[in-house]
């Protein structure tokens, strides 16, 4: 919706301003120039800032034209008594080039002028006055850019302001006419309320005696303003960190806790310091402590362990810097974690401190001090905690290198799950299933065809890609005219998953036509072996409850438009009980904690770079354009002065995503990163800064350090190539426990048990047509056949073959329904028209005319024993106090012929009535089967007995499918069924009773 508003409010601006909108969009020369907008405006509401206001923030300061005049006429005043003609000449050239900017008529030619302004401060006489001056001019001439920006598109940014506003009043009035609210109007319609009401204020205030709030440092401005309305004083607890307000991209503000924070002490409120934790080991928080000192955003706390532990770990820090890049990094963290499942990380630490005991003082606290080496490990191993896989946790910045870890982990044979942090719309498996239903939907869809040729789905190589494309213009094409002839010069073992993946695809585009979607998906899944996992299990559910009220079609588009929304959908949580790594960012990672916790590619930043229209709950909306001196692209003052602002933000909150990080670890914290001799940034420079490392010698030591508050702390450093003779299939597993295999890993396999299948209860679809309840009420083989197993039949086939241009029985049948609807059919069949005629004409047509309440091609869902049914009733009328349905059929028989075929439509008939008496709020009176070809109306019995009711139908519709088993009815409807004398039984049995009547 935000995205139609955006588009319907841009085509308004630009019929009313053409040459305006036209010179907007070259000024700010962007792809992404609404998202951007929409993205500014969601930061602007999460802020309570209304778009109204957005015109009064002030212009921020900046160096201007008249600094720049003052500045030049004090440097024309100044002695140039000790300069050198060189340095004189030199100087002139720039003060002539300062007096064109300061002259310049217009922003535009000062920014030309600023352009061709040149001036070598290395060739001026320094120490002087006029050098200080000098300078400063020439960084008052350089800030002065940013305001001569702004002057510039001062135009163009009154535009953008108005199609903000134009956009928010399209988008509200497109909610409220479609009496939906978004999140931030629920927000903001209470804040609005509490505001304008005091009545409706002090009301809500007296209904609670007390109001806690939780994580209050990740509220916005927005939200800080609702809890002033709603809280009542002195009964108001709120409880936060500031060291862990990580959420800025949600647009979250620490500033709201810290002020509410600072009110409680200034009144003398009570306020209490929470300074224990009870998740990690004192080492581990010392460890904290010393690397996040005096970094910005972090405010310095002495953390108390409050938890005791049973055993001690003389090291429960360790850093590893490797030399290599993230896969090599990655093979040594996956080796790390079978040592440390192993037992071994304490004995490894050990045998390394005996050998360089000399380096590395020990603590009188130390339990092991005094004991041998081979005392000590035995000690350690005897004490130390059984860790499993699910007691381990990588956590990770960026997700770009999550592909190197889990790469490693399954050659090592680790069991992981990864929680990518992007939601649930983004996650590898909605975005693989969703993939593969465009290209069910449209074959000629190759950007997605490529995706899912790629996925789990299909496991096809870049190479084989590239081979496919090389052999057609469209993907799907060449796709579908594999034959082992064409598929010559493509490896055997590619061309026969190409292969299987071609007959796949085809089953499933066939089954479409008879089955629901959800069950075609977890068709598709059962058949490629797709990997299980939380976030497919959540799609599947989605896709069983989508597919009761919409059809693929329709799913395929909503999915569309929901992603493009960019929702607040989390990804499913891991199933506990899974033991496997979890493979998280830290942002997903907030609240949980782990025994064992991996920071790795610390090295590894994410992109933060500001977008080319920005908001600033402090400086308004700032925006980056095209700087008309010269090819590159420039700030106004207000992009200038988020930039700066959100440059701090980050600084700060990429130190408390760091502390939120490291203090997920219970027992054991290893911090990891990577390089080839790159100078080292992101998290691995504070890590390596702070805690003095020299990373030039390759070595593995334990070093002592001490924390701020005077607490000794051991860490395991280890610098250079480490050790990655991971275990494969063939070496096996080092000791400690037996891996289970990630999915798609060749992970050593345990002896295999059979167990009996489960026994199979309440297992039926949710939903069906009333097509295939009626099939199956006639011959549940017939509909196992058709529906279940996907076969077209002898009639499907027969159809297919029909002349070129000639319409299928169901196309003329489509059109025949079309024109008694009263739907415009281009060129109608003579015959079509004619039989809508009969129709017109009959008796029933008649009392249609007369009818006071009439509904054609009448869609309709409804519940029947757990079962959602749906499908169209092609007439339903009310006329002369009754009630009546009517179906047309357009099968060509005879009059007898058609009496006997009525039997085969009763239930159809049947399910129709409840659906229209849910609806009209009383049962049908009558219901008539119309078969125009000979003009033969047929009153349908709508009271049956117990055992044919559409209840009782629909039961036994649900215990086939429970139990797999749907028997033959053989009757003399059985010559008309599409699957006689080919793969029913049923065409044997009647030629075999026909061989007994007439023997030999």
Known sequence: MQQDSMAKAMDDVFQEHPVAIRALIRALSSPDFEDAVRSAYDAMRGAGIAVEQLAEFPV???????????????LRGESLSTWSYAQKQHLESGLEGAERIVSAPSPREALRA???????????????????????????????VYGLITACYAPERRLLLDILCRFDRVYRERKRQAGALD???????????????????????????????????????????????????????????????????????????????????RTGRHLVELIDNFRSRPEILSAVETITAEAEGIEPRSLVAGRRFDHPRPVSVEVMAIDGDESAEAQSVARRILDLLGGAVESAAESTAESTVGRIPRSAADPLVGLSAPERQSAVESHAPAFQFKDVALLVRNTEVLSAFTSAFDQAGIPYLVNRGKGFYESREVNDLTQLLRVI????????????LRSPLAGVSDETLLWLKLKGTNLGESLMKLTAETSTGLAPENALTLGRFVERLHEWRVRRESMSFDRLLMAAVDDCGYPESPNLDKFLAQARDAASRMSLDQFVEELALVRASN??????????????????????????????????????????????????????????WRNPAKREDKDDLFQHAIRDERKLRESE????????????????LVLSFSGNGRKLSNWAAVVANSLHLDLDTPRDEVVTYTAPDGKPWNLRLTVGQVVTDLPTEKTGCPSGPNPIAAPGADAPRSALQLLPPPAVAAQYDTNATVTAVSRFANCPREYYLGHYLGFEGRVRK??????????????????VHELLAGTE??????????????????????????????????????????????????????????????????????????????????LQLRLYALAVERVAGRPPDRAWLHFLRPNTPIQVDLSPSLLDSPEQVIRDFQDAQSKMEFPLNESERCRRCPFFQGLCPAGYNKRREANTAHPG
Not at 593 to 612: M, N, Q, R, T, Y
Not at 660 to 665: E, I, L, Q, W, Y
């Open 60 to 74: 921020p300061a900046g160096a201007t034209i008249a600094e720049i005049a003052e500045t030049l006429s004090a």
């Open 114 to 144: 600023i352009e061709d302004f040149s001036c070598n401060l290395t060739k001026c006489k320094r120490g002087t006055a006029a050098y200080n001056l000098l300078k400063r001019m020439k960084d008052q001439i350089e800030e002065s």
């Open 183 to 265: 999140f931030a109007d629920l927000e903001e319609f209470t804040v609005r309320l509490l505001e304008d009401h005091a009545e409706t204020r002090a009301r809500l205030q007296a209904q609670f005696d007390h109001i806690l709030m939780d994580e209050f440092q990740d509220t916005n401005g927005q939200q800080s303003k609702l809890l002033r309305l709603v809280r009542a004083r002195d009964r108001f607890y709120a409880v936060g960190d500031i060291n862990q307000s990580i959420f800025g991209f949600r647009h979250a503000e620490p500033q709201g806790f810290q002020e509410y924070r600072d009110e409680v002490d």
């Open 441 to 452: 939907a449209n074959p000629r869809d190759e950007v997605s065809l490529a995706a899912v």
């Open 567 to 624: 929702p607040r959908e989390p990804d499913a949580p891991p199933e506990d009980s899974a033991n496997a790594v979890k493979v998280m960012t830290v942002h997903s990672a907030k609240g949980l904690e782990f025994p064992i916790v991996f920071v790795a590619a610390l090295h590894k930043g994410i992109d933060s770079s500001l977008s080319v229209v920005a908001f600033s709950r402090r400086f308004g909306l700032g925006a980056r």
């Open 653 to 668: 909150e990429s130190n408390r995503l760091l502390y939120v990080a490291m203090t997920r670890a219970e027992q054991h």
């Open 798 to 815: 027969l159809e297919a073959a029909s002349e070129e241009g000639a319409l299928t029985p169901g196309e003329f049948g489509t059109q």
């Open 825 to 906: 059919v281009p060129d109608p069949q003579p015959e079509a028209v004619r039989l809508a005629g009969i129709f017109r004409q009959s008796p029933l047509g008649r009392r249609v005319a007369r009818a006071s309440r009439v509904e054609r091609e009448f869609d309709f869902l409804m519940a029947v024993e757990n079962l959602v049914v749906r499908g169209t009733v092609d007439l339903w009328f009310e006329e002369g106090g009754e009630l009546v349905i009517v179906d047309y059929k357009t099968d060509a028989v005879t009059a007898v012929e058609a009496h006997q075929r009525a039997r085969d439509y009763a």
